[in-house]
């Protein structure tokens, strides 16, 4: 039972470069996530899509797009990285967005040079 | 833009102590408050949940208290264990609309000593 997946786990990147997060999950949720984790900040919205079709900004979505390509999958992309979107991403799931447990991947370790 | 402010930043507990970590926030029209519990490289997982019809809510040895007049909510950890050294998040969200989103305190990193 995966739960939610990501891909890649780590990858570095040069400044200017651009690179698309994979993020799957096989729980029939109908919302996904996509969130940053800096140290000492906590986990900050970037985007969501609350359902299939939709996608919505969190809070910190400049420099970032998404795409919820179907139900099961919703990519994060960088198209010019920059050193300030080092961080650790993380995707995540619910059932729906009404106070509902969310499932969160193991991560993508994301440095920009 | 609404807050969840979270303390203590980190925790040092001897084993079999109880640790205890609290939050705090402003939109009084929440009415949801999970605690994740995250390990290193890991991402992190629904703990414990309360809604705000309720003043204590106990899993094991993990207790939600909630303070609604006080807008304040707290983990404990009974009899904490090596084992529970994590960094823990508590969140809070409203149903519906805008708000929809949890919203994440900054984490405390806990430690527990044998």
């Known amino acids: 039972n995966a739960g939610v997946t990501q891909t890649p786990k780590f990858q570095v990147l040069k400044t200017g470069q651009s690179m698309t997060l994979q993020c799957a999950q096989d729980m029939n949720h109908n919302s996904m996530y996509w969130y940053r984790q800096d140290p000492g900040m906590g986990l900050r919205l970037i985007y969501y899509?609350?359902?299939?079709?939709?996608?919505d900004k969190g809070e910190v979505p400049n420099g970032y797009n998404v795409s919820r390509l179907n139900k099961r999958e919703f990519s994060l992309r960088l198209e010019s990285a920059a050193p300030s979107q080092t961080s650790v991403y993380f995707c995540a799931s619910s059932k729906n967005r009404d106070n509902q447990p969310q499932h969160f991947g193991d991560g993508t370790r994301l440095s920009i040079l | 833009q609404q807050q969840v402010k979270q303390s203590p930043q980190s925790l040092i507990v001897q084993k079999g102590g109880i640790s205890i970590i609290n939050c705090a926030y402003e939109?009084?029209?929440?009415?949801?408050f999970p605690w994740y519990q995250q390990f290193p490289g890991k991402g992190p997982a629904l703990l414990i949940a309360i809604r705000p019809d309720v003043s204590e809510k106990k899993e094991g040895r993990f207790t939600i208290s909630f303070n609604k007049s006080a807008k304040q909510f707290s983990l404990h950890i009974m009899d904490s264990q090596p084992g529970d050294s994590a960094t823990y998040f508590c969140a809070a969200s409203r149903a519906g609309g805008s708000q929809g989103n949890l919203i994440f305190g900054k984490g405390t990193k806990l430690s527990v000593k044998p």
């Open positions: 899509s609350a359902s299939e079709g939709t996608t």
């Open positions: 939109n009084t029209a929440f009415d949801y």
